[in-house]
């Protein structure tokens, strides 16, 4: 998808490669408030709609962490399963949550993201356990789904790596961003993804659009403050405790107290997308050769 400037959007790799920002960090700041128990409505009311079988809801969610899904589940094959294989398997896991949102309880303290790695888990256990099978010549009953109760978080069966939460957390801000782009006006996002995604001048910005430098002022302001609004959105909705609220200071979006702190909110942004996208294009790297090998 393209733009009026025909540059291309979040939906797909950007034209060029947004500015690094290796060095540049965010000051110490006021934390994010953060809701505590019982859970945040827009988490308890996301729980509902997936245990209803919101279509939209599973949607939601396989776009968010589906691709992280593949890649947790290509790192651990370690090159035993193809490209087609990892695909299945991210989708039978979406299958096997469906089958077990109504056992989830996200009052008990532990990330939706670390159970839905259990189930990943869980599902490509499966998928080995029938190939070593299929090698002995016999079958093999397939592990009941009540015995993700071991792997629940908290046991000592699930124990996702600091890639994984990484592309967890990388995986909310980029749904934040894709719906920056879908609820921004077109020329508002079109300068929050010049200025900062890409990392050009104020004045190229406003060359580029034909706008003068106090527009682009503020239609920067305009994404940013909605961004804001959209990040607290998203992690209400994706975040079961208080240690995922915290990521969002930590890594230097959260909630911004005064004006002074917009350029370091701005370069936080900018560094997470420009991980976003170097990962992006590393996987694509990756699919290519698995496709051609498989």
């Known amino acids: 998808m393209r733009t009026a400037t025909g540059a291309r959007t979040l939906q797909g790799r950007p034209d060029s490669p947004p500015r690094s920002t290796e060095g540049h960090r965010r000051p110490p700041q006021a934390p994010t408030t953060v809701p505590h128990s019982p859970l945040h409505d827009l988490t308890t009311s996301f729980i509902g709609r997936l245990r209803a079988r919101d279509g939209a809801a599973w949607f939601e969610l396989w776009e968010i962490f589906g691709p992280v899904l593949r890649a947790q589940l290509s790192r651990w094959g370690r090159g035993r399963i193809g490209f087609e294989t990892v695909q299945d398997l991210s989708q039978d896991t979406m299958v096997a949550l469906a089958s077990a949102i109504d056992r989830h309880d996200p009052s008990r303290g532990a990330r939706f993201s670390t159970w839905l790695l259990a189930i990943a888990k869980y599902t490509l256990g499966d998928e080995m356990d029938k190939r070593g099978a299929l090698k002995r010549g016999g079958g093999v009953k397939p592990l009941p789904l009540d015995a993700l109760g071991g792997l629940e978080p908290g046991s000592k069966g699930a124990s996702p790596d600091a890639a ?76 079961f405790t208080d240690e995922e609220w915290s990521e969002l200071d930590r890594n230097g979006i959260g909630r911004i107290p005064n004006k002074t702190e917009d350029a370091s909110f701005d370069e936080a942004v900018a560094e997470i997308y420009a991980r976003i996208t170097a990962r992006r294009a590393s996987e694509t790297a990756h699919l290519d050769r698995a496709r051609h090998s498989d």
């Open 164 to 239: 994984y939460e990484l592309e967890v957390f990388d995986a909310k801000v980029e749904a934040a961003l894709r719906r920056l782009e879908r609820d921004a006006e077109l020329l508002d996002f079109e300068t929050f993804r010049m200025r900062v995604l890409e990392g050009r001048s104020g004045r190229k910005v406003a060359d580029s659009l034909g706008t003068s430098e106090p527009t682009v002022s503020r239609r920067l302001a305009r994404s940013r403050t909605r961004l804001q609004e959209i990040l607290f959105e998203v992690f209400a909705q994706f975040s």
